[in-house]
């Protein structure tokens, strides 16, 4: 049995998300329990560990806080592989710009940037902000993640604060980027964790990919 906890923290699209992984179970013949949860010991006694997030991060950090989602989500960083998604990518840093500046769990040291109210493509046409669409992914590092899906693939994003690619602190973990007036990080991985500014579950065969294989994957590489 592989046990999946969803972190619930009330800041996700975590229907959405669950039947994407009952989903890629099923394609993979395994017997897979999903719980969507905020119990500790439920997601303590989980084999993997989804971290979600939607909204403004100075809601998301409050609820994080109040439940003590941090301390939950560095031991699962820990024992097992974790997958976060969206906001839940951004709360994962040390800061974030959005709501005059939030003070973020700080697994990752860097900073998320607000893209700006007059971003441009390189041919100086302007972009609409929040970033809402499909977008194609660089894979600039290898990753277990990544088998079966082409490079280039395209994930479907929404949001209007980004984590850039440049920070040195943030680069040496970068494992795929996109282009969207700048040059963003799509993917951050560490030991037992990776993490998508994109949301998996809504980009077809490319996201349900990348979900099947962290059903498989071992939290290495």
Same mark, same amino acid.
């Given at each position: 049995?592989?046990?999946?906890?969803v972190?619930?923290?009330?800041?996700?699209?975590?229907?959405?998300?669950?039947k994407?992984?009952?989903?890629?179970?099923? +394609?993979l013949g @395994?017997?897979?329990? /999903?719980?969507?949860?905020?119990?500790?010991?439920?997601?303590?006694?989980a084999?993997?560990v989804?971290?979600?997030?939607? !909204?403004?991060?100075?809601?998301?950090?409050?609820?994080?806080?109040?439940?003590?989602? !941090?301390?939950?989500?560095? +031991?699962?960083?820990e024992?097992?592989?974790?997958?976060? /998604?969206c906001?839940?990518? +951004?709360?994962?840093? %040390?800061?974030?710009?959005?709501? !005059?500046?939030?003070?973020c769990l700080?697994? /990752?040291?860097?900073q998320? #940037?607000?893209?700006?109210?007059? *971003?441009k493509?390189?041919?100086?046409?302007r972009?609409?902000v929040?970033?809402?669409?499909?977008?194609e992914?660089? @894979?600039?590092t290898?990753h277990?993640?990544?088998k079966?899906?082409?490079?280039?693939?395209?994930?479907?994003?929404?949001?209007?604060?980004y984590?850039?690619?440049?920070?040195?602190?943030?680069?040496?973990?970068?494992?795929? /980027?996109?282009?969207?007036?700048?040059?963003?990080?799509?993917?951050? %991985?560490?030991?037992?964790l990776?993490?998508t @500014?994109?949301?998996?579950?809504?980009? +077809?065969?490319?996201? *349900?990919?990348?979900? #099947?294989?962290?059903? @498989?994957w071992?939290?290495k590489?």
């Amino acid at each position: 049995m592989n046990k999946i906890a969803v972190i619930d923290y009330g800041m996700g699209n975590l229907h959405s998300v669950a039947k994407a992984l009952e989903h890629v179970g099923a +394609q993979l013949g @395994q017997q897979t329990e /999903i719980v969507v949860t905020p119990d500790p010991q439920l997601i303590a006694a989980a084999d993997r560990v989804i971290f979600p997030g939607v !909204g403004a991060i100075r809601d998301c950090m409050a609820e994080i806080n109040r439940l003590d989602v !941090g301390r939950i989500v560095r +031991q699962a960083i820990e024992t097992k592989p974790v997958f976060a /998604i969206c906001v839940g990518m +951004q709360a994962l840093m %040390s800061r974030s710009e959005e709501n !005059g500046g939030v003070d973020c769990l700080g697994i /990752i040291d860097g900073q998320v #940037r607000y893209f700006g109210d007059a *971003l441009k493509d390189d041919t100086g046409q302007r972009l609409k902000v929040p970033h809402m669409g499909w977008n194609e992914v660089e @894979q600039c590092t290898a990753h277990p993640l990544w088998k079966g899906v082409p490079d280039r693939s395209r994930f479907y994003f929404v949001h209007s604060y980004y984590v850039p690619h440049d920070e040195d602190s943030i680069e040496r973990g970068v494992t795929g /980027i996109a282009h969207y007036g700048k040059e963003i990080a799509a993917v951050i %991985s560490r030991p037992n964790l990776f993490a998508t @500014q994109f949301h998996p579950e809504k980009s +077809q065969e490319a996201g *349900l990919t990348l979900l #099947r294989n962290f059903l @498989q994957w071992d939290g290495k590489g």
